[in-house]
């Protein structure tokens, strides 16, 4: 079995949209308990590689993938430097399942949430080469849209999504982009 339920909402969406793929490297956000790792690492397989961030501690487990974790904060330089440094520098796919401490309070989860989304963003920005692959999620609200706009920008196909195992949270969607488009840089004389 594995350790949470989100691990179904990533096959699910793997399954629609074909993220991960044999041989990947995948640079997770907020993994811990390790639900996604766990589905991302079977489906790397031996020569890919997953790489888990959480403030929350991630025990390892049994996988042929590579396997590594980093302790800490994702909006802060340090722990951004971390994890490029465990990714090598890039990586092929970039999933963030992070989320806010709920406080109830509807706008304030929200702007949270976009922070959050916004921070994984920047790390897909940092770390995926042209044709690179990114999952986020976000609770829905009125700064959606303009996520979603700068999300376009940065791949060839975005989509919007709520998977099933996540119907009872109706605030709850994923955003996928495929593709990573990046302008070639002018050659210099
Ligand atoms: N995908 C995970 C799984 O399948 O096991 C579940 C992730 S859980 C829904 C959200 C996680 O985001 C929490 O473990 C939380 O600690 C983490 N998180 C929230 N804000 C964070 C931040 N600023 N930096 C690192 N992790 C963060």
């Not at 350790?3 to 811990?32: E, M, N, P």
């Not at 092929?92 to 401490?101: K, L, R």
């Not at 919007?160 to 002018?186: F, H």
């Amino acid at each position: 079995g594995y350790r949470s339920r989100s691990a179904y909402k990533l096959q699910q969406l793997d399954d629609r949209f074909d993220i991960l793929f044999g041989g990947a490297s995948v640079v997770d956000l907020g993994a811990a308990p390790g639900g996604w790792l766990q589905v991302a690492a079977e489906r790397v397989g031996a020569r890919g590689k997953v790489v888990g961030v959480d403030f929350q501690s991630i025990s390892h487990f049994e996988t042929d993938a590579g396997l590594e974790t980093v302790r800490g904060d994702m909006t802060t330089e340090e722990t951004r430097e971390h994890v490029r440094t465990a990714a090598n520098g890039s990586a092929d796919v970039v999933i963030s399942d992070m989320a806010p401490n709920m406080t109830g309070e509807y706008d304030l989860d929200h702007a949270r949430s976009v922070h959050l989304a916004r921070q994984a963003l920047d790390t897909a920005r940092e770390l995926l080469d042209a044709g690179g692959h990114f999952v986020v999620k976000v609770f829905d609200g009125r700064d959606f849209q303009g996520f979603l706009a700068d999300v376009e920008d940065e791949f060839a196909f975005v989509a919007t999504n709520s998977p099933d195992a996540s119907r009872d949270a109706s605030s709850e969607l994923y955003v996928v982009g495929k593709n990573r488009i990046v302008a070639p840089v002018a050659e210099g004389d």
